[in-house]
């Protein structure tokens, strides 16, 4: 077809672009100076559908044939907008293309995902002869820092230096964001000391550099530092200040923040402020804080919601936690993929498994079930509350997997005692492609270390360095003495120790601890607990440890000296504490309870099954009251355990033959464990008792972990 067919063709289609514009005050035909003015206006507002009407009546009036000026115009105005295929379309047709054109189609597709293109199109201007100026450099180098290339990046630093423009404040602030997601804040803060004049956004890039790079004690420095110079923060400042607060758990100074906030909140509040403060005051422990914030919020968001949530979570505040999804929801919240992973850790916590599967409904409706983290979160919480079969059927549905996907189905397994299954799956991981990461070996050490997988475990250790270039870390080395010690081999633990590459932890001692009181080697003990004592004075467990050590050896004035050490140190034993779930309720039991509204028949039931036992044979294992009192005092003391007040309550709330699940904060004394299999036998249930390290299966007077925990 002729020009004067295509013409037609063009004029025919862009008939009602044309009559659109006459209803915006705009008369064509226009010039070509006409034109280049209307789409440098439109270029400022992006105003895509009017500029392609231009574009058609440009074509349709000739104006745009051999025209450099309104096709400069043009190619920007469609770069600007992000439509970088129409922009090249019509850059490729000018022949003597100037720096604005250059600099709107290297920042067009530095800004639209197509750095590469960013970077070859300014190797071409320079090629050309054209040279770089201040608008050119920050977006080749938000390129260069959002595609990691270090060394592209430090070559268009020295042609910076070389052109005299490090001393744009523009450009001093692109170098800054470059090195920091290069994470290389040392230089970042050559840039920034170099830099003549800096302005609010060179201070914020600092300080979030700083803080996303794992220094965030540098980035309150930082800030310090612009309050000093006279600047003013404003909400950006703030975020990233919130964020390194909460990441150094550094609570006054998250304080003075707030306070900086609230003085300041005609000017700067706003909701991703008070999401921040509320995740910071979480991340600091300090829940009353947080939530008097969140109740302050009148409009809360789905953020606001999740924050709280998770706070309740990484807290230890489970049941508040669970409380407060019940209360989104009621009020019409949107959930999302953040807030059941939340909610799920939660449900682990207290083993609520009931509440967990309707999480897990709700996730299905939701179509949430391919997120991986999602998945993994099922898996994980499933296999913490007893449900292995249900954290296997999750695990092998997922479509996607991931390495933590994968230690998280591992750890399941070893935490139930399934250390051969724990191998398999470790197997099978590396037969799927996947290396392992420390985080997947420290979960198959682990359940090698439950099971009592001696040879299976150290060959898994030796050969981690050599095959998976992993070098042990202090968790590796945890598992391993941990290993070792459980099976009895405390005095090569010890050397194990000994010999580390690096320096042995307080969790370490504390493993060698363990190992020495259930095998009775005092004077390792001894020697384990003054290392975790001068590691970690405030860890009230070890000096417990000890002090249960003597007297199982009867040694009542160490007992004493020990416990006079606790008092003195004003520290606090953890009070032991089960939970039970009846009817998506959670029932939490503490040490000699009698708050519950059913504490009567508790202490009923627990008195019939006490008879029962007794006609079978039990007898009481006094050896886990650490206390020098009478036998018949001990005895009590035993009976007031909060499992059996967790079981008993299971027992008259639930039918016969149904499976009963607890959880319990610490681990189980000798004699529950001997009680709770005796009681699987007589009432025909399987009791899964979780404990602090492990699951036990009880079931027909036998318990899964074999009496190896």
Same mark, same amino acid.
């Given at each position: 077809?002729?020009?004067n067919?295509?013409?037609?063709?063009?004029?025919?289609?862009f008939?009602?672009s044309?009559?659109?514009?006459k209803?915006?005050?705009?008369?064509?035909?226009?010039?070509?100076?006409q034109?280049?003015?209307?789409f440098?206006?439109?270029?400022?507002?992006?105003?895509?559908?009017?500029?392609?009407?231009?574009?058609?009546?440009?074509?349709?009036?000739?104006?745009?044939?051999?025209?450099?000026?309104?096709?400069?115009?043009?190619?920007?105005?469609?770069a600007?907008?992000?439509?970088?295929?129409?922009?090249?379309?019509?850059?490729?047709?000018?022949?003597?293309?100037?720096?604005?054109l250059?600099?709107?189609m290297?920042?067009?597709?530095?800004?639209?995902?197509?750095?590469?293109?960013?970077?070859?199109?300014?190797?071409?201007?320079?090629?050309?002869?054209?040279?770089?100026?201040?608008?050119?450099?920050?977006f080749?180098?938000?390129?260069?820092?959002?595609?990691?290339?270090?060394?592209?990046? &430090?070559?268009?630093?020295?042609?910076?230096?070389?052109?005299?423009?490090?001393?744009?404040?523009?450009?001093?602030?692109?170098?800054?964001?470059?090195y920091?997601?290069?994470?290389?804040?040392?230089?970042?803060?050559?840039v920034?000391?170099?830099?003549?004049?800096?302005d609010?956004?060179?201070?914020n890039?600092?300080?979030s550099?700083?803080?996303?790079?794992?220094?965030?004690t540098?980035?309150?420095?930082?800030?310090?530092?612009?309050?000093?110079?006279?600047?003013?923060?404003?909400?950006?400042? !703030?975020?990233?200040?919130?964020?390194?607060?909460?990441e150094?758990m550094?609570?006054?100074? %998250?304080?003075?923040?707030?306070?900086?906030?609230?003085?300041?909140?005609?000017?700067?509040?706003?909701?991703?402020?008070?999401?921040?403060?509320?995740?910071?005051?979480?991340?600091?422990?300090?829940?009353?804080?947080?939530r008097?914030? #969140?109740?302050?919020?009148?409009?809360?968001?789905?953020?606001?919601?999740? *924050?709280?949530?998770?706070?309740y979570?990484?807290?230890?505040?489970? #049941?508040?936690?669970?409380?407060?999804?019940?209360?989104?929801?009621?009020?019409?919240?949107?959930?999302?993929?953040?807030?059941?992973?939340?909610?799920?850790?939660?449900?682990?916590?207290i083993?609520?498994?009931?509440?967990?599967? *309707?999480?897990?409904?709700?996730?299905?409706?939701?179509?949430?079930?391919?997120?991986?983290?999602?998945?993994?979160?099922?898996v994980?919480?499933?296999?913490?509350?007893?449900?292995?079969?249900?954290?296997?059927?999750?695990?092998?549905?997922?479509?996607?997997?991931?390495?933590?996907?994968?230690?998280?189905?591992?750890?399941?397994?070893?935490?139930h %005692?399934?250390?051969?299954?724990a191998?398999?799956?470790y197997?099978?991981?590396?037969?799927?492609? #996947?290396?392992?990461?420390?985080?997947?070996?420290?979960?198959?050490?682990s359940?090698?270390?439950h099971?009592?997988?001696?040879?299976?475990?150290?060959?898994? #250790?030796?050969?981690?360095?050599?095959?998976?270039?992993?070098?042990?870390?202090?968790?590796?080395?945890?598992?391993?003495?941990d290993?070792?010690?459980?099976?009895?081999?405390?005095?090569?633990?010890y050397?194990?120790?000994?010999?580390?590459?690096?320096?042995?932890?307080?969790?370490?001692?504390?493993?060698?601890?363990?190992?020495?009181?259930?095998?009775?080697?005092?004077?390792?003990?001894?020697?384990?607990?003054?290392?975790?004592?001068?590691?970690?004075?405030?860890?009230?467990?070890?000096?417990?440890?000890?002090?249960?050590?003597?007297a199982?050896?009867?040694?009542?004035?160490?007992?004493?000296?020990?416990r006079?050490?606790?008092?003195?140190?004003?520290?606090?034993?953890?009070?032991?504490?089960?939970?039970?779930?009846?009817?998506?309720?959670?029932?939490?039991?503490?040490?000699?309870?009698?708050?519950?509204?059913r504490?009567?028949?508790?202490?009923a039931?627990?008195?019939? !099954?006490?008879?029962?036992?007794?006609?079978?044979?039990?007898?009481?294992?006094?050896?886990?009251v650490?206390y020098?009192?009478?036998?018949?005092?001990?005895?009590?003391?035993?009976?007031?355990?909060?499992?059996?007040?967790?079981?008993?309550?299971?027992?008259?709330n639930?039918?016969?033959?149904?499976?009963?699940?607890?959880?319990?904060?610490? &681990?189980?004394?000798?004699?529950?464990?001997?009680?709770?299999?005796?009681?699987?036998?007589?009432?025909? &249930?399987?009791i899964i008792?979780?404990?602090?390290?492990?699951?036990?299966?009880?079931r027909?007077?036998?318990?899964?972990?074999?009496?190896?925990?």
């Amino acid at each position: 077809m002729n020009r004067n067919g295509n013409l037609k063709l063009l004029k025919k289609s862009f008939c009602s672009s044309t009559l659109h514009l006459k209803h915006q005050s705009l008369s064509p035909p226009f010039t070509s100076l006409q034109c280049g003015t209307i789409f440098q206006s439109l270029t400022k507002t992006k105003s895509f559908p009017k500029g392609q009407q231009l574009h058609a009546i440009s074509v349709t009036t000739g104006n745009l044939i051999n025209n450099t000026y309104l096709s400069t115009k043009l190619a920007a105005f469609y770069a600007n907008c992000g439509k970088m295929p129409q922009a090249q379309l019509i850059f490729d047709g000018i022949l003597l293309k100037n720096s604005f054109l250059w600099n709107f189609m290297i920042r067009g597709y530095a800004c639209n995902g197509c750095r590469f293109k960013s970077l070859v199109l300014y190797r071409e201007m320079l090629s050309f002869g054209q040279k770089a100026d201040n608008f050119t450099y920050p977006f080749v180098l938000k390129a260069c820092g959002d595609l990691l290339v270090v060394e592209i990046g &430090r070559r268009v630093h020295g042609e910076v230096v070389v052109s005299g423009l490090e001393s744009d404040v523009y450009v001093g602030n692109a170098l800054l964001a470059m090195y920091s997601k290069f994470g290389d804040m040392r230089l970042a803060g050559m840039v920034f000391d170099r830099m003549p004049g800096r302005d609010l956004t060179s201070w914020n890039t600092m300080i979030s550099g700083c803080v996303r790079n794992g220094d965030p004690t540098e980035g309150l420095a930082v800030f310090e530092e612009m309050g000093k110079a006279g600047l003013r923060a404003d909400g950006t400042t !703030l975020l990233g200040i919130l964020s390194g607060c909460a990441e150094l758990m550094a609570l006054k100074e %998250g304080k003075a923040v707030h306070a900086y906030v609230v003085r300041n909140s005609g000017e700067i509040h706003n909701e991703f402020l008070t999401n921040s403060l509320i995740e910071m005051y979480c991340k600091c422990k300090s829940a009353a804080y947080s939530r008097r914030l #969140f109740d302050g919020v009148k409009l809360k968001d789905t953020v606001s919601w999740n *924050s709280m949530i998770s706070g309740y979570e990484q807290n230890g505040g489970a #049941f508040e936690s669970l409380r407060l999804f019940c209360q989104m929801v009621m009020e019409g919240a949107e959930v999302d993929e953040v807030t059941v992973t939340s909610v799920l850790g939660a449900c682990d916590q207290i083993s609520a498994l009931q509440f967990g599967m *309707s999480v897990h409904s709700c996730i299905v409706k939701k179509g949430f079930g391919g997120n991986i983290f999602v998945g993994t979160a099922l898996v994980d919480m499933y296999s913490k509350c007893g449900s292995l079969s249900c954290s296997r059927c999750v695990f092998y549905e997922m479509p996607v997997k991931n390495l933590v996907s994968w230690s998280a189905m591992i750890s399941g397994y070893g935490a139930h %005692g399934r250390g051969e299954e724990a191998i398999s799956c470790y197997h099978e991981l590396v037969a799927n492609n #996947f290396t392992p990461d420390e985080g997947v070996l420290t979960s198959v050490l682990s359940a090698c270390s439950h099971a009592g997988l001696v040879n299976e475990g150290k060959d898994i #250790f030796n050969r981690m360095t050599v095959e998976y270039n992993v070098k042990p870390g202090l968790a590796h080395y945890s598992c391993l003495v941990d290993l070792l010690g459980r099976a009895g081999r405390v005095d090569e633990a010890y050397e194990l120790i000994k010999t580390m590459q690096v320096e042995p932890s307080s969790d370490i001692w504390a493993a060698l601890l363990s190992a020495c009181r259930l095998h009775k080697n005092v004077k390792l003990a001894e020697i384990a607990a003054q290392n975790v004592f001068e590691m970690n004075p405030k860890g009230v467990g070890s000096y417990i440890c000890l002090s249960n050590i003597y007297a199982s050896e009867k040694r009542w004035d160490d007992v004493e000296r020990v416990r006079a050490v606790v008092r003195r140190k004003g520290l606090k034993k953890t009070p032991g504490c089960s939970f039970v779930e009846l009817d998506r309720m959670v029932h939490r039991f503490l040490v000699g309870d009698k708050s519950h509204p059913r504490t009567r028949d508790i202490y009923a039931k627990l008195a019939d !099954l006490n008879l029962q036992l007794k006609e079978a044979g039990y007898k009481p294992d006094t050896a886990s009251v650490f206390y020098d009192v009478e036998e018949e005092v001990k005895e009590k003391m035993l009976w007031d355990h909060s499992e059996r007040l967790a079981i008993a309550f299971a027992l008259i709330n639930t039918q016969p033959g149904t499976t009963i699940r607890i959880a319990k904060n610490l &681990r189980v004394c000798n004699d529950c464990h001997t009680v709770t299999k005796m009681i699987s036998m007589l009432m025909n &249930r399987e009791i899964i008792m979780r404990d602090i390290h492990r699951f036990h299966h009880f079931r027909h007077g036998v318990c899964s972990c074999g009496d190896y925990w």
